[in-house]
């Protein structure tokens, strides 16, 4: 019999803040109870764990920004099978009140939008790291783009996985500023690891030419997560579409291997 007291939320909606620990008590007890009786919200829950569980564990915790939630659940959030054909700016955000607290609606997460609420995950707490005191004016690296607080997503692509990945596997690709420098990351889930010399290779289209963003490794102990950064010399890039192959090496300057992911 259904509890009268139970929150609001159903608890199929409260998977990604069970795992941020953004529930309240109540709602952690009652999705914690709805668990066992529900396959979809176990495997979800197992997918966002194994995200959540491949960030690093000895930070140092400080105070993000007030706005830092707001800023990526809206990015998430943005992230929709019919406006996946487009580029996200951070003017383009919807607000949200500063008090109020938004829920997902009531159907499950979609994997273009499951993957962008991962990667939000992953700015969240990577907002947590403290900032080494010796910054430089170069390019900084990945783990200090992400951890500086005056970064922000200012744009957000959504990557769907082709041929033998489809269905299992999701990404995103963003740029995210600091305020020093701009990185352009993408952030694969459920990618097939590499074998031998074989790389996932970042094209950028444009006007159906490609150029290489860079190549990156997945490791069979990586759990199926991909990242690469790129440092960005310009305020912004300029590209139509982005493809990932599969190649034989990372030595490349076209496309030699299998598309396997592509922007939508």
């Known amino acids: 019999m259904e509890n009268k007291n139970m929150p609001s939320a159903s608890p199929c909606e409260l998977c990604l803040e069970y795992v941020s620990g953004a529930c309240t008590e109540e709602e952690s007890l009652a999705f914690e109870h709805h668990l066992p009786h529900c396959r979809s919200c176990r495997k979800e829950l197992d997918e966002l764990r194994t ?4 960030l690093p564990t000895d930070i140092e915790w400080i105070e993000p920004p007030r706005d830092l939630k707001k800023q990526v659940m809206s990015a998430a959030l943005a992230v929709r099978p019919e406006d996946s054909n487009q580029h996200y700016t951070a003017s383009r955000f919807p607000e949200q009140p500063e008090k109020q607290t938004k829920r997902f609606g009531g159907k499950k997460l979609l994997p273009a939008l499951l993957a962008a609420s991962i990667a939000g995950i992953v700015l969240m707490a990577a907002w947590n790291v403290q900032l080494l005191n010796n910054q430089q004016a170069a390019p900084l690296p990945v783990e200090q783009a992400l951890q500086v607080s005056a970064a922000q997503i200012t744009e957000l692509v959504s990557l769907k996985a082709q041929g033998p990945l489809a269905g299992e596997s999701t990404g995103v690709a963003c740029i995210v500023d600091n305020g020093k420098s701009r990185q352009f990351v993408v952030y694969l889930f459920g990618a097939a690891p590499t074998k031998g010399e074989e790389a996932y290779q970042v094209w950028l ?5 490609r150029t290489s963003a860079g190549t990156f490794r997945v490791g069979e ?30 030595r490349g300057d076209q496309p030699r291997g299998t598309k396997v992911f592509g922007s939508v």
């Open 205 to 209: 289209i444009k006007d159906g030419l």
């Open 51 to 54: 995200a959540w569980e491949a």
């Open 221 to 250: 102990a990586d759990r199926g997560i991909g990242l690469l950064a790129m440092p960005m010399a310009s305020a912004k890039l300029d590209f139509d579409s982005i493809g990932i192959t599969i190649e034989p090496d990372d």
